[in-house]
């Protein structure tokens, strides 16, 4: 028997939730759709973005219908691009290419940036007859990207950090779990980028007041003076809010982020979180509302942060599974709405009952 008022098993209702006041969209949103793409596209989103050597990098899946516009998707990618603002980016006339042990890995998705010891690293997933993997992989220039390090299935959403903690690098990941059906945050070490372990939790889906079905890393941490701060997404699931999708299938999750702070010296230790979410789907772009064409509704996925030397907190995230947009706040307002925390659960071994 389940509990109900367990928060490791039992369902927990979310309810109404609404954006942050610390947080401003970009006026100009959306940055980045399907129509700046050089190459056929029907959707663009899920930008990971950093800066490096002056300029802002950008790495959005690209996705392409068939031409009767159902699912499945013909084809998916990742484009790579340059900016010289933050906004305005301009992609290269073909999409990243990602090769390990000679060939091109397909279906690369869901990049995240990172700048570590001066070069350039995109963490991603490819998709493949096997199930979805992800991976770490070093720029070589160009669009060419060399694979570091493989992981094995069901994995996404991995990140890794831009230093080296306490000697050793870092990753997050977010792997699918078969119990309880919810999926969590975990970090994983290496002495070389190449061989990982040493992995753990980070972050429960339980610790996340609007979550109830999973959460997972958005954009590489940012080192900042009171620890290393994580953009992170939430879901929740609403049987309520079920509906039909443009393609005829039904949806009733949303997707939101929102921040957790973890300690400098010892970043897999939770020491603040936002209890409510810094963003959730609300403008036409969002929503697809008011004529615009989105794939999936209430989703928004954060993949790329850039802290300015102003104090600005640049937030990129994909809308609607659709485009890529652009918030900003500052890091005293992010701490005015995070509150001291720790985690329900001290180790990765709660049992069922």
């Known amino acids: 028997m389940i509990l109900q008022n367990d928060p490791f098993r039992g ?10 006041p610390i947080m401003r969209r970009y006026a100009g949103n959306p940055i980045l759709t399907a129509q700046d793409a050089p190459y056929p596209a029907s959707y663009l989103f899920n930008a990971g973005v950093t800066r490096y050597r002056g300029r802002y990098y950008i790495a959005p899946r690209i996705d ?4 009767n516009g159902k699912a499945p998707m013909q084809s998916i990618c990742t484009g790579f691009g340059t900016s010289d603002d933050g906004i305005h980016f301009t992609l290269e006339k073909e999409p990243l290419k990602v090769f390990y042990r000679g060939k091109a890995l397909p279906w690369v998705c869901d990049a995240r940036l990172t700048v570590l010891e001066e070069e350039l690293y995109l963490a991603f997933c490819f998709e493949n007859c096997h199930s979805e993997r992800p991976g770490i992989a070093r720029w070589e220039g160009g669009t060419d990207f060399r694979v570091v390090t493989l992981g094995i299935p069901q994995q996404r959403n991995m990140v890794l950090f831009p230093e080296k903690i306490n000697g ?3 990753r997050l990941e977010r792997p699918a779990v078969q119990y309880g059906d919810r999926f ?3 970090y994983s070490f290496s002495p070389d980028l190449r061989y990982w372990g040493e992995s753990d939790l980070l972050l429960g889906c339980e610790d996340v007041p609007f979550a109830n079905v999973k959460i997972g890393a958005g954009p590489a941490p940012v080192r900042t003076e009171r620890g290393w701060l994580l953009i992170f997404h939430a879901v929740d699931d609403d049987p309520k809010r079920a509906a039909p999708l443009p393609r005829g299938t039904m949806w009733s999750r949303r997707y939101t982020f929102g921040a957790a702070l973890f300690d400098s010296d010892d970043p897999t230790r ?3 979180i936002t209890r409510t979410p810094l963003m959730v789907a609300e403008k036409d772009y969002e929503t697809g509302s008011g004529g615009y064409e989105i794939w999936v509704r209430d989703t928004l996925f954060p993949c790329g942060a850039v802290l ?5 907190l640049r937030i990129y995230y994909g809308a609607g599974d659709s485009c890529v947009c652009l918030a900003e706040t500052t890091l005293s307002e ?13 180790t990765a071994t709660v049992p069922f009952r």
């Not at 369902?11 to 942050?20: I, Y």
């Not at 300015?308 to 600005?312: A, I, K, L, Q, V």
């Open 11 to 20: 369902p927990k209702a979310v309810g109404e939730l609404h954006s942050s």
């Open 64 to 67: 392409l219908l068939p031409e």
């Open 168 to 170: 050793r690098y870092m």
């Open 184 to 186: 969590h945050i975990w």
């Open 270 to 272: 939770l020491t603040a």
């Open 308 to 312: 300015e030397e102003d104090g600005r």
């Open 334 to 346: 992010l701490w005015s709405v995070m509150t001291p925390a720790s985690r329900l659960a001290d």
